[in-house]
């Protein structure tokens, strides 16, 4: 029995393993296979080739100019924050559709409290991550408890939460828009880590060097800096990969996405987890309204439209499996990059941008049927 | 089996212990007992109460009578988290396993070992790893990468896998709950040779099925069950594996059932029509004879 079991596994490497030499090679042999068993390798694949695609055809645009460069990190990292959250949320097991209605909402929160009642913006900020946290909070809980897809509890949310944030929007300013944060983040001790830039002397000596451009003047870089929103990514990225790959708390994502009950049998709180990833994603949608909403110095009640689907493609192309348990943040962070690299490029070549959500549909598609591939494979008995 | 009773206190020992859920008798007057290194067999059909026993063991029931004694001392268990501080450990039909996830991750799942403090505390993967390849290496069986999902493993892997959690947590008996009903036979004879394996360790282990030609090979004891109490707490030695199967009546129910069958396919053969239904019954009739003769005359 025992016998048939290793015949098993040397049929599988295709090379018995007869002495010491041979023992070598099999290492080799699973430490490919292990790569290629990694949920991010078509994520990363993709981006390459995008780069490669887009260097071809739009090499010579400005699209890899340090002004092209900055654009498309921006891109997606604003959306990659998002797709960070919403990756480990699917590795729970869950979906949260209110997403981009929770953008809207947030970045109100933050806009209503500091233009009409005159709160500083870091104490409207910081109302704004608490409402957030809430409504994750009742999110998840609702969907545990009940038992109910989240597909559906959140689909609800989706709408109650955008008809609340146009409704009170609208009863409070007569609008729904707020603006003027401009003047009222000015000289706010928080603001800065939502929307200030980062190692700006780097951007002055290169272009003191001479190798980027320059504004008019000959001096001034035109791109000053690193946006903070690449920063919150890069950051967000490594806790969330950290936590999901060493720490206890993150076997116990994959435990509750894979099998809830498993999960349960051997002592994993299902629920504490489920509503923590809830609130996080929350969360995230919270730092991606902040960070526009400084940005643009206004708020708009249809900010975040359709954006928890981008985040769910971002998050899918990064080799998160629809029904849980599987997939990496970094994945995630790769499927934000293609998604910005390929928007800023379509841009630059010169295509019309409607082309783009042909290809998003398109990328999805393969996306998951590679997937699909992996987890048969992973699943399937010898 | 030589190594039965080893003067100390037997690891765990029902004396005449009874459940009632209302007015309903699901179990009564049950007495056994298990020491290190024995392997107790409970059999018994479908409803015989066999469900309810083992539940009664590993703290999902309390008993409504009798007593429970874990290495001499009465226990009253309520609740499942009892039970596995004493050491009893089950290993349930449905695994509590995750087969997207790694080996080392089923093996600590919920349990992981941590190193560092605080908001830092990460699982030690190097640590983790070498555990649940060294544990699966004391049964017999070489992972050679215990990062490969569970998924990738076989039925009768998946559940040594669960056994060797349960052992590694500090089990002194095991509960097995048909760990091989749902195996083919190679499959099985992997699990049994764990059992065998557990055993010679010195756990105490309680292997639940309705297999009499698994459970014989590695059992030292046999507590027969039909309809809540017992039919018989028997030594190896006191009985043999025939007189096994007759009480617990599968024997004749399988002879009843080809009869029945055989009438069947005469009846069939008689009207001429429906030949391909016909045909097929009678192939399963002559199926089940043969397997019923086999039962009998050889049960290897």
Redesign the interface.
Known sequence: MGDGLMTDQAAATASPPPQAGGDERLKQTSRTKKLMSRPELGAVAGTILVFIFFAIVAGDSGMFSALGIVNFLEVAAQLGILAIAVSLLMIGGEFDLSLGSMIGAAGVLVAIPAVELGWPIWLSIFFAFAVALVVGYINGIITVRTGLPSFIVTLAFLFILRGLTIGFTRLITGRTQVSGLHDLSEGDWLAPIFNGEVLGFVFFWLADMGMIDTLRDGVTPRVQGIPMSVVWFLVLGAIATWVLLRTSFGNWIFAVGGDKNSARNVGVPVTRVKVILFMCTAAAATLFAVIQVLDAGSADTNRGLLKEFEAIIAAVIGGCLLTGGYGSAIGAMFGAIIFGVVQQGIFYTGVNTDWFKVFLGVMLLIAVLFNNYIRRRMTESK | MANTGNGGAPLIEMRDVGKQFGSVIALQGITMKVNAGEVLALLGDNGAGKSTLIKTLSGVHTPTQGNILVEGKSVKFTNPRHALDAGIATV?Q????????SIT?NF?????P?SGFGPF???D?GFADRVAKEEMGKI???V??P?Q?V?????G?RQCVAIARAVYFGAKVLILDEPTSALGV?QA??VL?YIAKAKARGLGVIFITHNVHHAYPVADKFLLLNRGRSLGYFDKAEVSREQVLEMMAGGKELDELTAELEEFARADEGTGGLEAGAAAEAAMADELRQESERVHQHPD
Request: proline share 3%.
């Open positions: 349930y449905d695994l509590a396993m995750v087969p997207l996830m991750r600590f799942m919920g349990r992981e941590s505390k990460s699982i993967i017999g069986i070489d050679r990468d990062t999902a998924g990738t493993l076989s039925g892997e190679k004879s992997v040779r």
